[in-house]
């Protein structure tokens, strides 16, 4: 089976490689990635973790007879990153990668060059996009009728966090995880049929708001566990103020990617250094490798992916993309029935799911009123004056 992984000049690329090679051993993987410098450095590393490893600049080789194409690239680098992650800041917005006026801009950059990437994979091929922001190009790319499933790690990083804290595998705890991506919410966590996520609230709860950054009240009054992102919309001033000033994640990691490139290029290094742990993506290489073992041998497995609406979430159109738990075969993944949502969480998954579906107008079609009308449908934006200066922003 030949995997191309586009994008495969990242730093976090070793992560992945490893995964496979332990998880998938007879896959070949395919680098590609423009940077030739980058490749030159991260493709040599990758072959001392798996052999089966070849890298290229060139998109048609790396794609010609892929089964799986994996997408993983950041338009602009992390100079971009850099600034969607500042310039929000200066309207008293927060500025983050993947979510409010930041995230936008990233999917205007990015949609476009992973359309025309897609544009060349053979139809019918599985392409697993962790681009971000996944959700929005997750649409974009089944929009234009590719055969695409979204995957973040979110999902995985709390059934291993749960899995600990209840001393049993993994593999034993299926979630109830529902949402859009970087918008979600774990209610329910189900060891051999029985839910153990209320005893979890009642024992851990305290220690698990600390971790995704919220006040122990938030959890206990929604009687769930939210994503960490959800701190934007429920402490949005707070980590305005926090970021205000400050270097951003952004800053932090390019310094680590500078770093790595230095190690990676030490022909003697032929394991992952701890360093990467600092990257971010945990359990990334877990999730993908899961994914495309069910996509490709049909188990039934259930992961967290991002797909087609379909009814699931009734408040939502069809068209929309949702991130939920997922049986998965050879013909993809389907959502497993999803019980009521309420309105503490439907009311903002119906308004951050209608600025995506705006977000995917701007970034294909272009146009200032286009970007507008998306920062103005945004919870975290939402204002005439905000949107109208975020925009100029945007398109710059």
């Known amino acids: 089976m030949k995997i191309a992984v586009v994008g495969g000049g990242s730093t976090y690329t070793p992560e992945l490689v490893e995964g496979f090679a332990r998880l998938l051993p007879d896959a070949s993987l395919h680098l590609v990635d423009p940077a030739a410098e980058r490749l ?3 493709g040599p590393f990758a072959r001392r973790l798996n052999p089966r490893v070849s890298w290229t600049t060139d998109l048609g080789e790396g794609l010609d007879g892929a089964d799986i194409v994996v997408i993983q690239l950041r338009v602009g680098g992390q100079k971009a990153r850099i600034h969607d992650e500042t310039f929000p800041l200066a309207c008293g917005c927060v500025g983050q990668e993947t979510t409010g006026a930041g995230g936008l801009a990233k999917a205007v950059r990015t949609v476009p060059v992973v359309l025309d990437i897609a544009s060349r994979v053979a139809p019918g091929t599985w392409i697993v996009n962790f681009t971000n922001p996944v959700g929005i190009v997750t649409r974009a790319l089944l929009d234009a009728g590719h055969r695409a499933v979204g995957l973040c790690n979110v999902a995985i990083g709390f059934q291993r966090r749960f899995a600990g804290l209840l001393g049993v595998p993994p593999e034993a705890v299926d979630l109830d995880h529902v949402g859009l991506n970087h918008l979600t919410w774990e209610r329910a966590a189900y060891v051999d049929g029985v839910d153990r ?14 971790e995704v950054r919220l006040p122990p009240e938030v959890l206990a009054t929604l009687g769930n566990v939210p994503s960490y992102y959800l701190r934007y919309f429920y402490a949005h001033d707070e980590v305005v103020r926090e970021e205000t000033g400050r270097p951003t994640r952004a800053h932090e990691v390019a310094r680590i990617e500078a770093e790595l490139l230095r190690l990676y290029a030490d022909p003697a290094l032929d394991e992952k250094p701890p360093l990467l742990g600092q990257r971010g993506g945990a359990f990334y290489s877990e999730a993908a490798v899961g994914l495309i073992h069910s996509l490709t041998t049909g188990d039934g497995a259930h992961h967290s992916a991002n797909v087609r609406n379909n009814g699931t979430l009734p408040f939502l159109p069809d068209e929309s993309v949702i991130e939920v738990t997922c049986a998965v075969s050879t013909d993809g993944p389907v959502p497993r029935p999803v019980t009521p949502v309420g309105p503490a969480l439907s009311g903002l998954i119906g308004a951050v799911a209608a600025y995506e579906e705006l977000a995917v107008a701007a970034a294909i079609h272009g146009g200032r009123s286009r970007v507008y009308s998306a ?3 945004h919870p975290l934006v939402g204002q ?3 949107a109208d200066a975020l925009a100029d922003e945007v398109l710059a």
């Open 40 to 42: 030159a450095v991260v």
């Open 197 to 210: 996520l209320p005893a979890l609230l009642s024992s851990f709860g305290a220690e698990l708001a600390a």
């Open 375 to 377: 920062l103005l449908a």
């Open 384 to 386: 005439h004056a905000l």
